[in-house]
């Protein structure tokens, strides 16, 4: 497992994507703090890349999820309002330095 570094004195946090490329819908839904129904939606919509490894399974890519949460970032700053999903997705880019 990877480990990244943290804030000064804080241990180590792992990888909650465990270093894996591609993912399940479930484990995508973890690593964001989601619920698999919104997963469901942002594949539906384009905004995750889906890839078949096998013809009846289906991962979302690590890369996509990546550039996803890249995405959150901008339209965000014009408005600072209550923590939800950006916030969540900040919080995780930073802490596994992306």
Same mark, same amino acid.
Do not use: I, Q
């Given at each position: 497992m990877r480990e990244s570094p943290t804030a000064k004195g804080d241990p180590p946090?792992?990888?909650?994507?465990d270093g894996k490329?591609?993912?399940?819908?479930?484990e995508a839904a973890k690593a964001l703090g989601l619920g698999?129904?919104?997963i469901y939606?942002?594949?539906k919509a384009g905004r995750l890349k @889906? *890839?078949?490894p096998t013809p009846r399974s289906a991962r979302i890519t690590r890369e996509s999820l990546e550039a996803f949460l890249r995405s959150l970032?901008?339209?965000e700053k014009a408005s600072e309002k209550?923590?939800? @999903? *950006?916030?969540r997705a900040r919080e995780v880019l930073r802490r596994f330095g992306l």
């Open positions: 946090e792992k990888d909650p994507l490329l591609l993912l399940t819908y479930s698999r129904t919104t939606r942002l594949v @889906v *890839v078949h970032e901008a339209p209550g923590k939800g @999903v *950006v916030d």
